[in-house]
């Protein structure tokens, strides 16, 4: 029951309160158009998730297995930049080789993935936090669900709102920023979310 209610936690703080793009502010680097149109986003957010679960599972792996056995943990940051940028350049090689329909669609957003600091900062708080694998590829799951979530939710608030109603001072990044620190001010109200 205990570790239901933990993994629970894990999943809900991952997808609420600690979304990666709203409120760690983490996952704001991927291209301009994951920002205007829904269906980029949504590829943005879903090769995200798959790197977030590959690197999840490849940090996991490195942390417990090599870094903290051998104590190299001073070197856990760079051990994960390069492993996510890694991961990207396979899956890329791998679509190319295998899936090339898919690899066509997605190379774009897959690239965009690998300056992503979602994937690296998913890995880096799963190694600090010491989940337990379950929980690790949890939390890399659902976060990025929560930031698939978020950027679709940007994407689609920038085709529905007419921006051009609002002052001119506000106009283009200063009003995408206020929407976005407003949907960020809409998830801090789950921070104390817990379930215990």
């Known amino acids: 029951m205990n570790d239901t209610l933990e993994l629970a936690g894990v999943a809900l703080a991952a997808l609420l309160s600690e979304n990666m793009v709203l409120v760690s502010c983490m ?8 920002f205007t149109e ?17 690197g999840g599972l490849g940090g996991w792996l490195l942390n417990f297995l ?10 856990q940051v760079l051990a994960f930049a390069l492993l996510i940028p890694g991961l990207v350049a396979g899956l890329r090689k791998f679509f190319k080789a295998c899936i090339p329909e ?13 300056t992503n600091c979602a994937a690296l900062g998913s890995a880096l ?25 978020a950027l ?6 920038q085709k529905e709102v007419d921006l051009n109603r609002c002052p001119k001072a506000f106009r283009g990044v ?4 206020i929407t976005a620190g407003l949907m960020a001010m809409a ?6 979310l817990y379930l215990g």
């Open 174 to 177: 200063p009003i995408q920023l």
């Open 27 to 34: 996952g704001i680097g991927t291209h301009q158009e994951s």
């Open 152 to 157: 679709a939710s940007f994407a689609s608030l």
């Open 66 to 75: 090599i870094l903290i056995r051998f104590g190299l943990v001073h070197f």
């Open 38 to 54: 829904s269906r980029e986003a949504i590829r943005t957010g879903l090769c995200l998730t798959l790197v977030m679960i590959l």
């Open 102 to 114: 898919l690899s066509r669609r997605v190379d774009k957003n897959l690239a965009s993935i690998s």
């Open 125 to 149: 708080l799963i190694s600090q936090r010491s989940y337990s694998l379950g929980s690790a590829l949890i939390f890399a799951f659902c976060g990025g669900i929560g930031a698939t979530l």
């Open 187 to 192: 998830l801090v109200g789950y921070y104390g």
